[in-house]
C-alpha cells in the first residue's frame, strides 16, 4: 500500500460542464509551469528531464467525485493509519531505568497533559541487543502497569549484535 508520495495532478471543469484529470509524474526532476495566455485561459507545461515518466488522463466525468474517483482506483487508495497512532506520543532516548520512565508519565498527569501512546527507545535492553529486555532496570511488572494505562510502544532496532 502507498504511504507517502507526491501526485502532481490537476482537475479542470471543462466547458461542456464535465471533468477531467490529469496525472504526469516522473521519477527525475519535473517541474509545472502555469501561465495566463488571456483573461481565463490558462496553458499548463511540464518539463522535466527524462527517468520514467507516468501520464494518466481521466475524463470526462459529469462531478469531480467521479474523476477523483477514477484516479483512487488507479493508484489505490490512502493508507489509513490506526486509530490509536494519532494521539499524543511521549518518546525519548536516555531513560535509565523504569522510575525515570514512571516519572515522566507522572509529569504528564500532574499536569493534565494529554498523553496516549508511552514509547521506550533501547534504554531498556540488556547491552541494546534486540528482543530482551533488562529486568533489574526495568523490570517486567511495572512495565506491564504501563501498559495497563497507555499504548506501550517498545523501540526496537534494525541491528542485530554479534559478539565475537
Sequence with gaps: MQTYGYYPIYLIRENSGNYHLNYFRSSNALDVVVKETSINQYSLTYKTIGGVIDFRFFASEKNPEAAIEKFQLYMGRSTVPPF????????????????????????????????????????????????????????????????????????????????G
Excluded at 511521549?90 to 522510575?99: D, K, L, M, S, V
Design 84 to 163: 490509536w497512532s494519532l494521539g499524543f506520543h511521549q518518546c525519548r532516548w536516555g531513560y535509565e531505568n523504569i522510575t525515570m520512565l514512571e516519572n515522566v508519565i507522572k509529569g504528564y498527569e500532574d499536569n493534565n497533559i494529554p498523553l496516549d501512546i508511552v514509547w521506550s527507545d533501547i534504554d531498556y535492553m540488556i547491552d541494546y541487543e534486540d528482543f530482551t529486555i533488562d529486568e533489574k532496570r526495568f523490570p517486567l511488572d511495572r512495565m506491564a502497569a504501563i501498559t495497563n494505562k497507555y499504548r506501550y510502544v517498545p523501540i526496537i532496532d534494525a541491528g542485530i549484535s554479534i559478539k
